[in-house]
């Protein structure tokens, strides 16, 4: 199975400080998707991106948000001015890409804790 | 827009019993259905997905999953549960637009499966 990796794992931040989470996604896709999950809720969509643009976003992905594609194969989250809410799991994911096909492949996760 | 609701959101079962756990969803647009699991401090690994064709899905572990489109229920089924099946399970949508669809996948609340001795 196609596999996404995420680093670091455990992230642990100040509150206001800016943090940056790292995915390399399966590669030569073009299409990249972040995902947060809070602690015992469901995992909701954060912001897409495809051919080195964000695609679509929620209106959780704020000015405090942001996505890169620094290189060829790593894809970056920052957030800027970390708060307390900002606790979660952050999930990379990476279609498969065949067809129409749909099939999102999640790397582990960065488990993000704000103090 | 889409929506995914997730009937229970615990489900305790003892060891070899049958399971169901239930997904209904709302889309303006055809979708996709997919269920992930995730087991204690790890990532969403899929089970098993509905794209076309047959509407009894099989997955991995023993799982499959039945689509009804005039319930817009995408229930989650095994026959004979272990213990190794304690997970939270999340059914997802995505967009089905046709060709080469890429939108995002919407989640429901998840259901923590726990099976007993």
């Known amino acids: 199975e196609p596999e996404v990796t995420q680093t670091p794992s455990h992230q642990v931040t100040q509150m206001g400080q800016e943090v940056i989470l790292r995915c390399v996604p399966i590669?030569?896709?073009?299409?990249f998707y972040w995902y947060r999950q809070i602690l015992g809720q469901k995992v909701e969509f954060l912001v897409s991106?495809?051919?080195?643009?964000?695609?679509?976003k929620s209106e959780i992905f704020d000015d405090q948000f942001s996505v890169e594609r620094p290189d060829g194969s790593n894809f970056t989250l920052k957030i800027r001015s970390t708060k307390l809410e900002d606790s979660a799991m952050y999930f990379c994911a990476s279609p498969r890409q065949s067809g129409a096909l749909n099939e999102q492949f999640f790397g582990p996760g960065t488990r993000l804790t704000v103090l | 827009a889409q929506s995914v609701t997730q009937l229970d959101s615990q489900v305790p079962v003892f060891e070899e019993a049958p399971v169901e756990l239930r997904c209904n969803y709302s889309s303006s647009v055809s979708v996709y259905l997919f269920w992930y699991v995730q087991y204690p401090n790890q990532g969403l690994q899929l089970l098993l997905k509905?794209?076309?064709?047959?509407?009894l899905v099989k997955g991995i572990n023993g799982f499959e999953a039945e689509f009804n489109k005039s319930q817009t229920s995408f229930h989650l089924r095994k026959p004979s549960v272990h213990i190794s099946d304690t997970a939270e399970y999340f059914c997802?949508?995505?967009?089905?637009?046709?060709?080469?669809?890429?939108?995002?996948?919407?989640f429901g609340q998840g259901t923590i499966l726990t099976v007993h001795p």
């Open positions: 997802a949508v995505g967009p089905n637009a046709g060709g080469t669809s890429y939108g995002k996948l919407t």
């Open positions: 509905y794209l076309s064709g047959s509407t």
């Open positions: 991106f495809y051919n080195n643009e964000i695609s679509e």
């Open positions: 590669s030569n896709h073009l299409y």
